[in-house]
């Protein structure tokens, strides 16, 4: 790989003799990876064989197509190794409240919500307009329950949650140098300046992420980067500037090493956060840290998030009466409409003022006149061991099912809304009249299956 002459003199500075094994790793094929979604059962095991990542049980190597089966159903979300750690570390426990202020395209978020496992609050955010709808499908793909979807800058996020959230990941932007393997183009962009201005942008973010952490919580920072500007040397600068913030230290095992003082001002302590070079461990690079705040009494909190409307009667019953019959149960307890649009949202949330909600919570249906149409988002949320009316499909219907065709069953079962399964996972909701299933696939995601990927 032609790296850029800049980058070989300064990692040639810095690593002495390591320098060689460093470059000769960019002439080696990156390294793919796939996270299993904890809330599914039943996967097959050439999904579960596959060599484990040591540091996270969830991962394994290897890849799965974006037009499979177990990538539409949320069964697995594809991840490189060393990106895995950061979730890893992160370990927020059941009932945390969470933030990841740059979330899209969703690796992170899902692994944080797969820890979650559906309870707490995971409040997920992303700056950019067109980047925060990616990070909305994967957040629907992967099913997850408890996630609030904003798209807003750190500095107006803030004084809405101040000293509120138990963990913040700031999965900061980057130089993208641990990119450059997997995405030569990552190259084109990179300079000895374009370092210089990511570590501005990120003690800009920093500067508003701490301020986020409630007292005794923790903040994650991480980037796949190997730069020292926007790695240690930042570490070094919240240390010096927030007294009540210190590292702790961080589990390292499958060849993840100390970070390395010396790259900034010497203060032992910065040990304590994580390297990831590809030379040295099966994954891409990236440096996590994470910091922890003192013990103190946190600032209150102003008002009660506003986030739609109650339901009307009529609408309360339209869904209950679906959840009864179609979901069997009715685990969703706050409700509210945004148009025609019902969505079960955190509780407790403070005033968030003028936010740009992109999400509320999780996506239940839509009211229709007087009927209730369930949501895609739904189906890849429920359990189907625990749903009543469910019906089994062949791999030949679910590719006309992703492909957005109606497809005829053998024979006709009770008409209504089914959550259509295949090999076991969820993969929508579609209504059965006579003999035909309709197709309730989301247009903007239909694809087609070709004969040699099935
Ligand atoms: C490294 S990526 C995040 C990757 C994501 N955490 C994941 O695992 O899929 C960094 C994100 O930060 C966003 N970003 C860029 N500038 C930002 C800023 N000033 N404040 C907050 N986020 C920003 C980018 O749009 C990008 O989506």
């Known amino acids: ?23 000769a790793s960019f002439d080696t094929p990156s390294l ?8 599914h059962h039943d996967l097959p095991t050439d999904l579960t064989a596959p060599e484990t990542v040591p540091y ?10 974006g037009r499979t089966l177990m990538h539409q159903s949320g069964a697995v979300y594809s991840q490189e190794p060393s990106a895995m750690f950061v979730g890893a570390t992160a370990a927020p426990q059941p009932g945390d409240k969470v933030l990841d202020l740059c979330a899209a395209p969703g690796g992170k978020t899902t692994h944080l919500a797969s820890y979650l496992q559906g309870t707490g609050l995971l409040v997920t955010n992303e700056i950019n307009r067109k980047r925060v709808k990616v990070l909305a499908e994967n957040v629907e ?27 913040v990941l700031v999965d900061a ?4 140098e641990g990119m450059f393997r997997k995405d030569p183009d990552a190259m084109s962009y990179w300079s000895l300046d374009y ?16 301020k986020m952490v409630k007292p005794g919580g923790q903040l994650i920072y991480s980037t796949c980067t190997f730069a020292p500007e926007e790695d240690e040397q930042m570490m070094a600068w919240v240390l010096e500037n927030y007294p009540d913030f210190h590292l702790t230290p961080i589990t390292k095992v499958g060849g993840v090493v100390d970070a390395r003082p010396e790259w900034a001002d010497g203060n032992p302590e910065l040990k304590k956060a994580a390297r990831l070079f590809p030379h040295l461990m099966k994954g ?28 009307t009667g009529d609408q309360r019953k339209l869904w209950q009466d679906f959840a009864q019959h179609v979901l069997g149960s009715n685990d969703f307890t706050d409700l509210v409409t945004v148009k025609d649009q019902l969505f079960a949202v955190p509780a407790g949330l403070p005033n968030l003022k003028k936010c740009h909600v992109f999400r509320p919570g999780l996506h239940l249906g839509t009211f229709k006149k007087n ?44 008409k209504g809304w089914y959550l259509l399964t295949c090999a076991s996972q969820p993969v929508g909701f579609g209504k059965v009249v006579g003999t035909t299933v309709k197709n309730f696939f989301p247009k903007g995601l239909r694809f087609t299956v070709y004969d040699n990927e099935m």
Request: negative net charge; charged residues 20%.
């Open 371 to 414: 009927r209730f149409e369930p949501a895609y988002a739904l189906a890849l949320a429920s359990d189907p061991q625990r749903v009543t009316q469910t019906l089994a499909i062949t791999a030949e219907q679910w590719r006309a099912w992703v492909h957005g065709e109606t497809f005829t069953l053998a024979t006709a079962p009770q």
């Open 284 to 311: 891409e690079g990236h440096f996590v840290a994470k910091l922890e705040r003192d013990a103190g009494e946190a600032a209150p909190l102003h008002g009660v998030a506003k986030l739609g409307t109650p339901l």
């Open 56 to 65: 996270e049980p969830l991962g394994h190597l290897g890849t799965v197509g």
């Open 173 to 176: 932007p980057c130089s993208g």
């Open 32 to 39: 793919s990876g796939y996270r299993v979604n904890p809330a």
């Open 195 to 210: 370092v210089q201005e990511c570590a501005t942008r990120q003690r800009e973010i920093m500067t508003e992420a701490l």
């Open 1 to 23: 790989m032609n790296l850029p002459d800049d980058f070989i003199t300064k990692y040639q500075r810095l690593l002495g003799p390591a320098a060689a094994e460093f470059f």
């Open 141 to 167: 793909r992967f099913g997850v329950r408890s996630a609030l979807i904003l798209n807003e800058s750190p500095d107006r996020l803030s004084p809405v949650f101040p000293d509120y959230f138990d963990k």
